[in-house]
């Protein structure tokens, strides 16, 4: 005859256990190389060795200046106020374009959700332009809008709500099913459920568009200050470059690069990864 | 007192690019103040359909849905739905915010009083300890429980529940159906509950609808089914009778 039987155990009753089994505490080395930002910044320092060591034995800085003379002439550039004042007006102009290319985007995508018509008004249009690159439109923007800000703001916006309104459009479509019926559930229409329901579940998408948008403003931008770029006498960062190309004075045009990518990584790593680490993130909808 | 949901000769047809779909044809049924209404039926009969209807998703092409005696014609905070999906959290929102909302998108409550209600209620599913914990934490069985709370809070006219406790380990899926029954002893609600487990359906309700398939139309209704225990053996010989009944066609068609 068989008969199951139970044989307790107290493994489990055994009380105290001691919680660094559990959970333990990672080393100041294993916690430093967990953070992104640690290994990236060691990247970059690796970077910058092989770009002095290489500078140092061409030894030329008419073609290519050493790290060090960079970041002098940057520092005395940016102590004179030169190349704050160039930034600034770059990143003016920028903040003008990338804030009427959202609103403009969010226009569109509202229209394209709520009404047939919209979506494909929205799809054609990001089909046609979306490829064509910003900088094209230039010569364009220079006959409509004359040299200055408005034209730079005009190809910015174009930089800017093709790929946000893309990206935000195949969010919302892909908001599921069972979350749309929750929001209708409790009442929610028309603007309160797309600002309540469809925004934050397709802010992964949303986001991803909005770093697409800032990167290639910032491109454009950089550009097209490069093929004009004095409007009102005061030039942004691309001017700079171009201006100190012109005088020859090879250190200053890299450390205008240098400011460039030094303000596209302080966006991209500082502002964005702090909306995701406090968004998506912190939602588990991404890892 | 008239019943509390009324539905007469409802027919729900899905519109394809190719055919249409009758899911359910003239069902009759009503549903009164506190009942454990359970919708019985194999898949594809057409269960969930008739709920998304009872919640305003759908319209129906034939008969009339009334709740209060007014006719549904939209989704309402009065009908809350519970899926059967763990997507039904709003991700972006913790437990408690996630209870609180419907709280205050239907200006039900103020900000102070929909929070002490959001808490009373998780404590009910004794999720007290996560009460700030983002949905992406939580195993399923407490995302099921959490999303119970949400539309309990609201204490609707009625609650919708489709399938809630099928897609889970059965060990928890009993635990759900007691928590359930010890809430409703506790509330006495009116839910309308989903579901093709035979046992379930049992345990769960007082009155039982069984569908057949292909399309869905009421076969029998089960009443009186909370005076069936599970000592004495009769809820087995219930379970017999109503598999026997649902399977009757399958066993004479082959
Ligand atoms: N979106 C849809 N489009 C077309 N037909 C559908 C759609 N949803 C369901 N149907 C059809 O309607 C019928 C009933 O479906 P329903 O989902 O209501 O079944 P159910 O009883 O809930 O089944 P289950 O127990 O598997 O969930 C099925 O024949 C199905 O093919
Ligand atoms: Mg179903």
Redesign the pocket.
Known sequence: MGEARILMRSDAVAGAVDPSEVERKLGVVELLWNDGFVRKAAIIVFLAAVWEIYGTLLDNSLLFPTFHDTVITMFDKVRDGTIPLRAWASLKVLFMGYSAGIVLAALFTVLAISTRIGTDFLETMTAMFNPLPAIALLPLALIWFGLGNGSLVFVLIHSVLWPVALNTHSGFKSVSNTLRMVGRNYGLRGLPYVARILIPAAFGSILTGLKIGWAFAWRTLIAAELVFGVSSGQGGLGWFIFENRNLLDIPAVFAGLLTVIVIGLIVENLIFRTIERNTVQKWGLQT | MSALLDVSGVTLR?K?SSVV?T?TEKVSFSVDRSDRFVLL?P???????LLKAVGGYMTPSEGKMRINGREITEPGADRMMIFQEFDQLLPWKTVLENVMFPLLMTRKLNKKDAEVRARAYIEKVSLTRVVDSYPHTLSGGMKQRVAIARGMAMEPDILLMD?PFAALDALTRRTCQDELLQLWEETKFTVMF?T?SIAEAIKIGNRILLLSP?P?RVKAEVIDVDRVSAEDGSAAKLEKQIHDLLFADTATAH
């Open positions: 899905y394809t779909v899911a039926g898949s594809g009969c057409g269960k969930s359909t399938e989903v093709h292909h869905g």
